[in-house]
């Protein structure tokens, strides 16, 4: 039996522009991701038994399991999971390599520390960590390129979570530029609603109201150049984070407004919906002010709880052989 252990960092969005929907319905983005230290990690592992077979366990910050989110992987379907999808094209690829005759069965178990349908990309770092993972598991001789378009092929967060540190995302969000890897480490705390949203909901929404403030907008440049001041300090950064979602997500749970304010009173930074919600980040200006942030949100009724991070985190990376 062989196995290998990879892990992949979730994200937030500090900008993300919206244009209007493509015939495909889809909606074209432009975004600047930072990579946070709240990692999926998945093992990989050879199996006698022909298939793949995902496991999945969700664990709360304190490292304590949360059984009720265990129990919704246990009982879906698992062609859905991202990590599921991610091994089942690496597993075709691999038929045609020596390893052909190890790769009919395959074990993942998947333990999740990023909040479950929250915005923050956790099932996308899974299939990041399980792409990395199955690439070393059977030696696939892929390159970056290859690797980035079968990424992208799985969801538009895929890519983000295989690079990492702070990226530009175009096209829908998958077209990766690094920005710098020399950013000054940067406190995060986020805010988890007790029930998740669903993205297409979301974008259905913004469509609904005709384009982010009611009007759709030509895009932002897709310069790399132009986004590099996001590698600042949080105190330059925090005036030009901006979600073109934000107003649509607030339409489809008011009480998300009222999480943003509260940590606005305490101080944040900045305070704005990650990614498609329904988490809140709230940047704050180092370690004690996050706690500070976290303790204010936790006297809130809306907040279910709080994690605290920092960003930007390296990209999807082998733990282990
Ligand atoms: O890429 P992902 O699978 O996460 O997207 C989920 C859904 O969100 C899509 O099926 C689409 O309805 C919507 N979406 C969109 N435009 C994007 C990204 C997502 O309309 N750029």
Redesign the pocket.
């Known amino acids: 039996m062989r196995e290998v252990i990879a892990s992949a960092p979730s994200k937030v969005n500090v900008c993300l522009y919206v244009g209007a ?1 493509e015939p495909d ?5 432009v975004t600047v991701f930072e990579a946070l230290n709240l990692r999926e990690k998945v093992t990989v592992r050879t199996s006698r038994t022909p298939g793949i077979h995902v496991r999945t366990t969700a664990y709360f910050p304190d490292g304590s399991i949360d059984h009720p989110t265990t129990r919704i992987f246990t009982e879906m379907d698992p062609r859905t999971h991202l990590a599921w999808r991610a091994a089942k094209l690496m597993q075709k690829l691999a038929m045609a390599t020596p390893w052909a005759q190890t790769a009919a069965g395959v074990s993942i178990q998947v333990d999740k520390y990023v909040p479950v349908a929250g915005g923050m990309a956790g099932g996308s770092a899974d299939a990041a960590a399980t792409l990395i993972a199955c690439q070393k598991l059977w030696d696939l001789p892929l390159q970056e390129k290859q690797l980035h378009a079968i990424a992208r092929s799985l ?3 895929v890519p983000a979570c295989l690079v990492g540190g702070l990226s530009l995302g175009t096209g ?2 998958d077209h990766m530029h690094v920005l710098s890897n020399q950013v000054p480490a940067r406190h995060w705390v986020l805010a988890l609603s007790d029930r998740g949203l669903s ?2 909901e979301v ?1 259905r929404e913004l469509d609904a109201g005709g384009g982010p403030l009611g009007k759709w907008q030509p895009l932002p440049t897709k310069d790399p150049e132009h986004y590099m001041f996001f590698a600042d300090e949080s105190e330059k950064i925090a005036p030009h984070i901006h979600n073109d979602l934000s107003e649509a997500a607030c339409r489809l749970r008011p009480e998300l407004t009222e999480t943003m304010r509260s940590a606005r009173q305490a101080g944040a930074l900045a305070a704005f919906l990650s990614g498609s919600g329904p988490t809140i980040a709230a940047l704050a200006r180092d370690e004690k002010h996050a706690l500070q942030i976290a303790r204010t949100w936790e006297q809130s009724p809306y907040v279910q709880r709080t994690i605290c991070a920092h960003g930007p985190a390296q990209g999807a990376r082998l733990e282990s052989l």
């Open positions: 929907p319905g889809y909606h074209p983005l969801g538009a967060d829908r969000g993205t297409p974008f």
